[in-house]
C-alpha cells in the first residue's frame, strides 16, 4: 500500500497528559500537511513542510502543538497538556512538491482520532 | 470568516439521476480547487480538481464546473450510485510561486442517494 498512513487511528488521554502522534506520507512526496478537523467542519489546516523545512503554523497551531518532520520523511505531532478542546481527528496528507507548480493534489490519510477526557 | 462555503448541509437525490453540489468562495486569488469524497471515520478521498484557467474538467461520472466571475464551482455526479452516499468537501487553494498551497475546504454536503 503506498498511500498516506497514520498512526495510532484512535487514542484516548486524560487531560494534562502529552500525545503523539505518526505519519507516514506517500514515498517520494516531498510535501506533508497536517490538518484537524471537528465535528460539522471541514479540516482546518495546522502546518507544512517542505522536505524537513516546516514553512507555514496556523495560529490554530499553539504553543502546545509541535510538529517535526526529521530527513524529510514521516512526521510527528506532539500536544503536550492535552486540554478537552483538543478532541478532534488530525489528518494529515502529502503531495509531490514537484518544482514550478501551483496548485497539487493533496492526498490524505484515514486520521488520527483523539478524544481527551 | 469563511473564505469557501457550501450552503446545503445536506442533499437528497435518487439513484441514477444527476447529483448537484455547490461551493461559493470568497478570496480571487485561489487558482486551484479541489472536491473530496469523505466516510465518517476515514480521510477525505481526492474525486476531482480544476485549476482557474479551466471552466470544466470531467473524469467519468464526476464533472466540476468553475465559474470564476461568480466565485462558484459545482460537482456534478452522473447517474448517482448509492455508494456515492458520503460527505462531499470543497476546497481552494492559493497561487504557486511559494505559497504553501494549503487547502482551504468548506464545511461539507451531506449526499444520501436513495435507491
Known amino acids: 500500500d503506498t498511500g498516506v498512513s497514520q498512526n495510532p487511528r484512535h487514542k484516548i488521554t486524560k487531560r494534562g497528559q502529552n500525545v503523539t502522534f505518526r505519519c507516514d506520507p506517500i514515498s517520494e512526496h516531498n510535501r506533508l500537511y497536517w490538518y484537524r478537523q471537528t465535528l460539522g467542519q471541514g479540516p482546518e489546516f495546522l502546518t507544512y513542510f517542505q522536505n524537513e523545512a516546516q514553512l507555514e503554523k496556523s495560529r490554530l497551531l499553539s504553543d502546545r502543538f509541535s510538529a517535526e518532520r526529521p530527513k524529510g520523511s514521516f512526521s510527528t505531532l506532539e500536544i503536550q497538556r492535552t486540554e478537552q478542546g483538543d478532541s478532534a481527528m488530525y489528518l494529515c496528507a502529502s503531495s509531490p512538491g514537484l518544482a514550478g507548480t501551483g496548485g497539487e493534489t493533496q492526498y490524505f490519510g484515514p486520521g488520527t482520532r483523539l478524544l481527551v477526557l | 470568516d469563511q473564505q469557501v462555503k457550501q450552503n446545503s448541509p445536506s442533499l437528497s437525490v435518487q439513484e441514477g439521476r444527476i447529483s448537484i453540489l455547490n461551493c461559493d468562495y470568497t478570496?480571487?486569488?485561489?487558482?486551484?480547487f479541489l472536491w473530496y469524497k469523505k466516510y465518517p471515520a476515514e480521510g477525505p478521498t481526492f474525486l476531482i480538481s480544476i485549476s482557474s484557467i479551466k471552466d470544466k474538467n470531467e473524469d467519468g461520472r464526476f464533472t466540476v464546473f468553475l465559474n470564476k466571475s461568480a466565485k462558484h464551482l459545482s460537482l456534478h455526479i452522473v447517474p448517482s450510485q448509492p455508494g456515492d452516499s458520503a460527505v462531499y468537501f470543497c476546497a481552494a487553494s492559493g497561487a504557486g510561486g511559494g505559497a504553501t498551497n494549503k487547502l482551504i475546504f468548506g464545511t461539507g454536503t451531506l449526499l444520501a442517494v436513495q435507491p
Open positions: 478570496n480571487s486569488m485561489f487558482d486551484y
